[in-house]
């Protein structure tokens, strides 16, 4: 069935066929019926469970596309709501792309309809500002849209080709997904298979989703050959001989669609006959030139030069709409009536089929990508050019153009020293900086290749690049362009714009000497925004310069602040100066002063939260830093998720440890760390990785402790501290105490007040006290006395009283450090001062209960043997373990321990179960915890006592 779509040429109307069924060029879904019942189950726990999410992988052509357009089909037989969207290797450069194309594939009506249109509405890059309400808004109209299809029926995002979706898509998609994650409603993504494992897209967003929903990976490997025998025998349309089969079966090496095209030539090519009802090879197998390039190519061989022609320029378009059927006959140099014509041929030779965005692609990528490779780099980049001197023409006639297409296409083909590019490219880039800072960074650096290096127009991109790479939480990236920058540019508040950007990224990958050397020097040469003197306050810290960090903090009060921005930079910098100093009070008031500097711009309001709840939690400010965590992840809704991620991360973590919510923390961790190693976080790595190292040791999790302690310890003064805090209660694990007494006499230092010098001391006094130094306990505790007598951090406090309690035998003592850790927040560290309680206080056996129950949730099980040990001693009853029977975990759990128990790899259960490595690593921490086990050897016993019952 045709239908006919009426293109006004001039002033006539040309008819263009439009072939209905848009899948119809598709491959036949052939040898994939097992993973499309994998698929399909998965799909149907949704209505019961909330969102789940499905990627599908393999190499180009493997059949993923035709999976995912089958899936589509048999939802839309269930009555499921559909929206389904693609990419190509142009794709990530159009910020949101892949959302509006998902969006506008939706077949709502009424109501519904009204949504989506708001939906798109809210993804037009023309509107957005930089305050970060724009990112807000569209995913609250994606959230509503999706809400209401799913409210109606089951709904299903099907994501082809997810590497070449744009990082702003993604980002926008994982925020909206963990927002919706209760409404019954199915991912799945397709992406391409990548040995060398450069494209992690598909895994990124998996992983920030697996802890909202179920999360299944199937992987496409090649057909049999009886599968690529009936491709051939569907493509020839007879049956084929064995030959034939295992001829095609070993040039497609069991590729579907390289099967399809090979099939498909040998017919053109008369190199294959029918004899005796079956089709066999007509010449020797020798004689065959076809490799799988050849193939594709040889699709579009048969047509004629125009339409071949025409094929090259929508490769180059990537999409077309009918509307630009004019554009494109300019760009092919063809009449019109040819261009109508020819689109007409390849439409019916299946080459370009109806696309679900009203407009008309390639029926399969590797056709699109084929032809545009053959066109040639002189010939695209001269096709670009076309396509942008058109769309420059439009824009000067005041015609609407879309700016970011016509930046991509100004991209591709300007040339260096081309002025007006560059503008529009620097132009497309400020509109984007605040919605798509990725993208923005792109367009700069595109700019800039353009440029001559004596242009004046350098310095402005530059610094543009590095403050949209630095507010996308790429510190390392941003560094480069920002040193160049201020090479060029002159004194004024663009370069202490740039300054301030560049001594924060300097600051975030730990270069702090480098970081102080840019701040004297700016200094130095004259007149500099508050915000940098900040910067260089906290950086004498960092520096041991205590006096004079003092100094530089108490000038900055009389300084204007120019901005909001600046205002909240100023006050986040000195609340991380107090917090080093210790003095939390003034810490709480600096962040406080942060988030009214923002004057409830949400972008700034954001950073002030996220910032300065980073800095409150790693200083043991539990409440306080919880109720900024909490009003920052509001925040998130509206601002997204393009910076601050690790500051935010690193408060989540940091409480959850002092919490004791220790498996909330591994699991966060384990996510978060690589993509904190991607953009070189230094300074907030080296926290996490002294979380991580505090809990396995507690855990009595040494092996894990040991990969973690052989990295090279941190340098920055605060980070050095803490790594010494986790870094001697492994060393004391293990036994090796005048080590670890060392290690915290080197930490301390001669500057007792620095960060963190109050738990170390209160460790270093427990150390007296298991060696039996009881002279040397004293000692220290009275130095520590004098440390912590202006002390207002319920950490520093709680260990302070739990010490000296146990060096006085002082009851009173104990029980107030209880309730200052109880009240502060500090689960763990509640727990031991009740440990610590019962070792004094023969009658404190309900309290030392309650620390034996608390041990043993966490998993910390030498705390817990020591707790129920006293309790024997004391003729207390020891609480019994909780019930290590299999309805203690959950079915996945019980599968993964059923797997640990046969001996099996990590990285081999995650191939049987279909799960990431890193998916195994967060069940087996959990349940190691609800079983009370520390290694895979203690966890294999218990299940065999289990089986054993």
């Known amino acids: ?46 209505p019961a469970t909330g969102l789940v999410a499905v990627r599908v992988s393999g190499e180009p052509g493997i059949g993923k596309t035709s999976l995912l357009a089958e899936l589509a089909r048999r939802l839309k037989d269930r009555r499921y709501g559909v929206l389904v969207s693609d990419s190509d290797v142009l794709g990530r450069r159009i910020p949101y792309g892949a959302i509006v194309a998902a969006l506008r594939s939706a077949t709502s009506r009424g109501p519904l309809d009204k949504v989506r249109a708001e939906a798109l509405a809210a993804l037009d890059l023309s509107d957005a500002e930089d305050t970060g309400a724009w990112f807000g808004r569209a995913a609250e109209r994606m959230v509503r849209l999706l809400t209401e299809m799913a409210s109606a029926h089951p709904t299903a995002l099907l994501v082809d080709d997810l590497d070449h979706v744009d990082d702003d898509s993604l980002a926008l998609l994982t925020l909206v997904l963990r927002r919706v994650s ?108 076809l490799t799988r390039r050849e193939a594709v190519l040889r699709r579009v061989a048969p047509l004629t030069h125009d339409t071949r022609a025409v094929a090259r320029a929508v490769a180059v378009f990537r999409r077309v709409r009918i509307d630009q059927i004019g554009l494109l006959a300019r760009v092919a140099s063809l009449p019109e009536a040819t261009v109508v014509e020819a689109f007409d041929d390849l439409l019916r030779a299946a080459i370009v089929v109806r696309d679900d965005d009203q407009g ?112 996308a939480s790429r510190p390392a990236a941003a560094i480069g362009p920002g040193q160049i920058a201020l090479a060029e540019l002159p004194p004024g508040t663009e370069r202490g714009r740039v300054a301030t950007a560049l001594i924060a990224s300097l600051f975030s990958v730990g270069r702090l000497a480098e970081a102080m050397e840019l701040a004297d020097r700016e200094v130095a040469a004259g007149e500099v925004p508050a915000a940098l003197h900040a910067q260089r306050a906290l950086l004498l810290i960092f520096h041991g310069r205590y006096d004079d960090a003092l100094a530089e903090a108490d000038g900055i009060e009389h300084l204007p602040i120019s901005s909001p921005a600046e205002g909240v930079v100023v006050f986040e910098q000195l609340a991380m100066l107090t917090s080093m100093l210790f003095r939390h009070d003034e810490t709480v008031e600096y962040s406080n002063r942060a988030l009214r500097a923002s004057e409830g711009q949400p972008m700034l309001e954001f950073q002030a939260l996220a910032v300065c709840a980073s800095t409150g939690a790693l200083a043991g400010l539990v409440h306080d830093a919880s109720w900024r965590v909490r009003r920052a992840e509001e925040l998130m809704e509206q601002v997204g998720a393009h910076g601050f991620r690790g500051e935010l991360n690193t408060a989540r973590v940091a409480l959850d440890w002092l919490g004791g919510r220790w498996d909330t923390a591994l699991d966060r961790i384990g996510r978060v760390v690589p993509e904190m190693e991607a953009s070189q976080e230094v300074m907030m790595l080296e926290a996490m990785r002294a ?232 069940y087996l921490s959990r349940i190691y915890a609800k079983l009370h086990v520390s290694s895979r050897l203690e966890l294999a016993r218990v299940l065999d006592t289990m089986q054993q019952r």
Not at 19 to 33: C, I, K
Not at 229 to 257: C, K, M, T
Request: aromatic share 4%.
């Open 1 to 46: 069935m045709e239908d006919w779509v009426p293109y006004r040429q001039g002033c006539r109307e040309v008819a263009v066929i439009v072939d209905t069924p848009t899948r119809s060029a598709v491959m036949p879904l052939v040898g994939r019926e097992p993973e499309l019942k994998a698929v399909l189950d998965c799909v149907d726990r949704a």
């Open 691 to 922: 979380i991580e190292l505090d809990i396995r040791t507690w855990r009595g999790e040494l092996d894990v402790a040991a990969r973690l302690a052989a990295l090279s310890p941190p340098t920055a003064a605060n980070m050095s501290r803490m790594h010494a805090l986790a870094m001697s209660g492994y060393l004391i694990a293990k036994g090796e105490l005048t080590h670890a007494r060392e290690l915290i006499d080197l930490a301390v230092g001669i500057n007792v007040e620095a960060a963190y010098s109050c738990v170390l001391m209160a460790r270093l006094i427990e150390l007296d006290l298991e060696v039996g130094d009881l002279d040397a306990a004293k000692r220290t505790l009275a130095q520590l006395h004098e440390v912590s007598a202006t002390r207002v951090s319920p950490w520093s406090r709680t260990a302070t009283r739990r010490v000296t309690g146990l060096v006085n035998h002082d009851v009173e003592m104990l029980h107030s450090a209880i309730n200052e850790a109880e009240t502060g927040g500090l689960e763990f560290e509640k727990a031991r001062a009740q440990l610590a309680l019962g070792e004094v206080d023969p009658s404190a056996v309900p309290t030392l209960v309650e620390a034996y129950t608390t041990f043993q949730r966490l998993g910390a099980h030498g705390l817990r043997r020591q707790a129920g040990n006293r309790l024997r001693v004391l003729g207390a009853k020891v609480p019994r373990a909780r019930s290590k029977t299999p309805g203690l975990l959950t079915e996945a759990e019980e599968n993964v321990a059923r797997l640990v128990q046969q001996g099996m790899r990590n990285r081999d259960i995650a191939a049987a179960l279909h799960y990431s490595p890193r998916t195994i690593e967060v």
């Open 360 to 471: 008309y692609r390639f029926s399969h990528a590797l056709v699109g990508e084929a032809l545009y490779q053959e066109v040639g780099p002189a010939q695209r980049r001269h096709l670009h050019s076309l396509i942008s001197s058109r769309l420059m023409d439009d824009r000067a006639q005041g015609l609407p153009v879309d700016l970011l297409q016509l930046a991509w296409h100004l991209a591709e083909s300007a040339a260096p020293g081309d002025l007006v590019a560059v503008s529009v490219l620097a132009e497309a880039a400020a509109l984007a900086r605040g919605s798509a800072p990725e993208t923005a960074a792109g367009l700069c650096g595109r700019a800039l290749q353009l440029l001559p290096h004596n242009a004046p127009e350098r310095a402005e991109l530059l610094a543009l690049q590095c403050r949209v790479l630095a507010r």
């Open 182 to 289: 209760a409404a019954p409603l199915v991912l799945v993504v397709a992406s391409r298979s990548h040995s060398n494992e450069d494209n992690t897209a598909a895994e990124e967003l998996l992983d920030r989703l697996e802890q909202h929903a179920e999360v299944m990976r199937v992987e496409l490997a090649p057909l049999t050959g009886p599968d690529v025998a009936r491709i051939v025998e569907a493509v020839l349309e007879s049956p084929v001989d064995d030959a034939l089969a295992r001829e095609v079966h070993q040039r497609a090496d069991g590729n579907p669609f390289f099967a399809t095209e090979i099939a498909r030539s040998l017919r053109e090519l008369d190199l294959v006959t029918v004899d005796g009802n079956r089709a066999r090879l007509a010449v020797s197998p020798n004689a065959i030139r």
